[in-house]
């Protein structure tokens, strides 16, 4: 947006006495997304001199609300485009959704179905009508939660993956990749929902650990010339009703025990049919008996034995999961009613050997949880193997980098074992695949534009494919396809590649390997430099979250209940790079008390240096004048750096802690609280502690914007005071633009870090043994220092030590010429600090209310002891019992000992 646009709008005019006395996030975070969006600031800005830093989204599906996996994605892009921002680089973050295929039409069906009806009924054309119904209302709920959670992209380039233009895209990978020879329409064993009725992808299967039997069967071979006796093998599955589709039994070629009878004949028991025994080296010697059954119909390994051995391939189990014809006496029946029925017949034959609980992972359905069944479909099909191997080179040579790095090893494995990808799916919503029979010559036409008459013969009775592609078939395009690809457009020239591909690690394979193969492939260069992969989002007890658990938490209540700022701040900090990490809601609530303490220290110091004015002076300009001003200038530059390089090496959640440790302790606990005993100084001093508050102030918000963008964007615009006849300075003047601070060479002060550190330690012993000895907080309390080398530094701070530690003037010494009579020692590095007691305590009154603690705990410890020296008590109470009064008995010891200690110290 121009200038001049931006100039328009119009916003209140903040100043000190404005700033309300409690932080309340609803009242900020609508009016300043609105003021970001509108005033264009998720924009890029051109900058020629820097490279652009560009993120796509990774886009959700439109089946609903967002998660919490949403959040931390969002959190963290968020946090990386708003750093780049501030740095000045040419940020662009894409934004988008996924139609999501099978989820989709899986929602769609089953609101349908409430209705009474269903897609078959509707027909494909009207069902489409109400899927984008459905799309059109959830693509604008997901935008507007995106927006509540503060992500600053451009929504001016949101993409969706059936947009026109991304259809565009799809069809030209299909086309090309076909023209290349790696796609193939073939027959394939693959993953089959008979309840979506539809191929599945693996990200679409859900594998659960399921309590099962491993059922061992005895085969009977088929005698030979010189055999008196019936030999059998015996094999172990765990899915029994596939014996009826077995067409060889596998043993591995190094297996002793079998080695006599490969190449002869087994019979699969109750149908009869002779099977040979091979020799496979896939076969497990340690499974079961060593020896495995083969049906190639219903497995993959047995499928490409198989392939190997040109076994036939026999399918017991059909589409919808009922038993075909080829199943025999069970044809007709459920797969778990004919394993039921087969497994008793088998019995009664005297051919089970043996049955065993088992665990099975069993392959579940991700969207409607029916147990898939591998089945041999003729399906559409990616070669995979030489798009993979100039992936694995991306990464091998560090043209890619994983962060964390660990996970080098699992995307080099799966693209080094990858296996074809089947992509067409049975489903209407969705890509359909660009590929037209015709019913006169039975060829196939694969065109990029729509085909009306056959391209052999020109015939006109042509239908399309009615499948449609995998959902991954689109968004493995996402990082070009969202730029205008396959156009020469300004944006792709200009942003491709991306920066960061942010995600979870779930999805390395299915999604983030395969956007590489296709960036390399047609793009001719990897489509970004950095895949960065966080962790899932577990609850409190670190399970993972599902509505059958009643343990998902929705982000939008937790954003309406404590604050945007706060939520983002917790998924940010409690996370490290490809580590699960527990949402707990302490934190949360600690996280928002850290945006009001941010609310409170800032509000305290706009009104505490309103009168002495100034504006708020360039961290470079500021001149330290007291060992406070020094201290916290070095603790600001190393955090600046710190945070820097933190944040450049995707470390965001110790980047985040360090700020909050720095405003919360250095800033607000220390450096405030020393500037209000210098803000009673003479006019020079009360001048640049203003300006160090301010300075100070000024550079912590913008460090904490990325994580905290809505408290600290209203706090900044405060801080800056703008008046209406400033206005012309708001579109440069809005922190979510404001530079990124850098380290100042002149602050380098490890003198003054290691002084004002001693100061610390000294302040917090007396403050401790205040607290130890009840002293009143209002009783100022006598202290003798022995201070040695840092006598005249301690006698220079004395101001403070009475303000932080609530103290007479300290004595100080460089050393004491004898011992401090009735005074508790403390010691603070080398310096030796004595509190005389009286001056704490009256002494008498003290000794005799110690007498008194002292007498009970001595009572309670000798009723304990001989309670567990009972040994009728000790051989019948429960163990834990006994370990408890065990624990009070422990204490009671310890705090007689605490008691007699200090005792001894105030008696002298």
């Keep these: 947006m121009a200038e001049q646009e931006q100039n328009t709008l119009t916003m209140p005019t903040p100043s000190a006495a404005d700033l309300p006395k409690a932080y309340e996030p609803q009242a900020v975070e609508a009016k300043w997304y609105r003021f970001w969006e509108e005033g264009g600031y998720f924009k890029p800005r051109p900058n020629p001199e820097r490279k652009p830093f560009v993120i796509s989204m990774p886009p959700p599906n439109v089946t609903g609300a967002l998660h919490l996996g949403h959040g931390i994605t969002s959190t963290v892009e968020d946090i990386l485009i708003r750093y780049h921002r501030m740095l000045g680089d040419e940020t662009l973050w894409v934004p988008g959704e996924d139609h999501a295929g099978i989820a989709t039409q899986t929602v769609v069906e089953r609101l349908i179905a409430k209705e009474g009806t269903d897609r078959h009924k509707l027909g494909r054309e009207a069902f489409l009508e109400r899927v984008w119904q459905w799309v059109h209302q959830y693509k604008g709920r997901i935008q507007d939660q995106h927006r509540r959670l503060g992500a600053s992209c451009d929504w001016s380039r949101e993409r969706f993956t059936l947009d026109e233009g991304l259809s565009h895209a799809v069809r030209e990978v299909f086309v090309s990749l076909y023209e290349e020879g790696l796609i193939y329409r073939g027959e394939r064993i693959i993953n089959w929902c008979p309840r979506c009725m539809s191929a599945l992808s693996d990200l679409e299967v859900n594998h659960v650990d399921t309590p099962g039997k491993l059922t061992y069967v005895r085969y009977p071979l088929k005698p030979v010339e010189g055999e008196s006796e019936t030999r059998y093998i015996s094999v172990a599955t765990t899915r029994p009703e596939t014996i009826l589709g077995d067409t060889a039994i596998a043993v591995n070629p190094n297996d002793a025990r079998y080695k006599d009878i490969v190449g002869r004949l087994a019979i699969v028991p109750v149908v009869g049919r002779e099977i040979p025994i091979v020799a496979d080296e896939a076969v497990d010697l340690a499974f079961g008996t060593g020896a495995v059954k083969v049906t190639p119909a219903h497995d993959p390994t047995d499928f490409e034995i198989g392939l190997r051995h040109k076994l036939p391939a026999v399918q017991v189990i059909g589409f919808d999961a009922i038993m075909t014809e080829e199943a025999g006496p069970y044809a007709g029946q459920d797969r778990y009613e004919a394993r039921k029925n087969l497994v008793a017949e ?130 493995w395009l996402w990082p070009f396809s969202t730029l205008g690809w396959p156009e020469d457009s300004a944006d792709l020239r200009r942003y491709y590649p991306t920066a960061v591909m942010e995600t979870g690690y779930d999805i390395i394979f299915f999604w983030v390997a395969r956007m590489v193969m296709a960036g390399i492939h047609f793009m001719g260069t990897v489509p970004f430099s950095t895949i960065y992969l966080h962790g899932l989002v577990r609850d409190a007890k670190g399970e993972k979250m599902s509505k059958s658990k009643n343990n998902v938490i929705d982000p939008l ?79 600001l530059n190393r955090l600046t750096q710190s945070v820097t390089r933190l944040i450049n090496d995707f470390q965001l959640g110790e980047a985040g802690r360090q700020i909050n440790d720095f405003f919360w302790s250095d800033y607000c606990d220390w450096y405030v609280e020393s500037a209000k005993v210098q803000m009673q100084g003479d006019e020079a001093t009360r001048q640049s502690t203003t300006a160090i508050l301010r300075a100070v102030l000024d550079q912590s918000l913008r460090l904490l914007h990325p994580f905290m963008p809505f ?166 109470a429960k163990p834990e019992v006994v370990a408890k009064e065990r624990e009070k008995l422990a204490a009671q010891e310890e705090r007689v000992a605490k008691l007699e200690t200090r005792r001894a110290q105030l008696a002298g």
Aim: hydrophobic share 40%; aromatic share 8%; with cysteine.
């Design 346 to 475: 088998l019995e009664r034959q005297g051919l089970v050997v043996k049955i065993e609980d088992y665990n099975v992972p069993l392959g579940h359905c991700q969207r409607c949880d029916t147990v898939v069944e591998p089945l041999i479909s003729k399906q559409w099909f990616v070669k995979m193997k030489p798009l993979a191997t100039p992936a694995i080179g991306a990464v091998k040579h560090g043209l890619i980098r994983i962060v964390p790095e660990r996970f080098n090893k699992t995307y080099m494995d799966w693209l080094e074992n990858i296996h074809d990808w089947c992509i067409s799916r049975q489903l209407w919503w969705g890509h359909r695949i660009p590929v037209w029979y015709c019913e006169t010559c039975g060829e196939m036409s694969v065109s990029r534009e729509d085909v009306t008459a056959c391209l052999h013969c020109h015939s006109t009775a042509v239908r399309q494919d009615e499948d449609v592609l995998d959902t991954w078939f689109s968004s």
């Design 557 to 635: 209540e937790v954003m309406d209940k404590f604050g945007t700022d706060a939520l983002r701040f917790t998924l940010a900090t409690s996370s490290t790079p490809g580590n699960d990490m527990k949402l707990i809601e302490e934190r949360i609530v600690g996280n928002r008390n850290f945006a009001n303490k941010i609310w409170n220290a800032s509000r305290f110091v706009l009104m505490s240096t309103a009168e002495v004015g100034g504006g708020v002076p360039d961290i470079s300009a500021v001149r330290p004048r007291t060992l406070a001003d020094r201290w916290i200038l070095q603790r």
């Design 711 to 876: 408290v600290t964007e209203e706090v900044w615009q405060h801080l800056y005071r703008l008046t209406e006849s400033d206005q012309s300075k708001w579109p440069a003047s809005a922190l979510i633009i404001a530079p990124w601070p850098t380290a100042q060479e002149q602050f380098v002060d490890e003198e003054a870090e290691q002084q004002f550190s001693l100061l610390q330690e000294a302040i917090t012993r007396i403050r401790d043994a205040r607290n130890q000895m009840n002293v009143e907080s209002a009783r100022r309390i006598p202290v003798i220092m022995a201070a040695g080398e840092y006598v005249t530094m301690l006698k220079e701070q004395s101001p403070l030590i009475q303000f932080l530690a609530r103290t007479e003037e300290p004595q100080l010494h460089v050393a004491l010429e004898s011992k401090v009579e009735q005074a508790m020692g403390l010691l603070a590095g080398n310096v030796e600090i004595y509190l005389p007691l009286a001056g704490m305590v009256d002494i008498a009154k003290e000794l005799e209310r110690i007498d008194k603690e002292i007498t009970q705990a001595q009572q309670e410890r000798a009723r304990l002891q001989g309670k567990l020296s009972n040994e009728n008590f000790v051989a019948k």
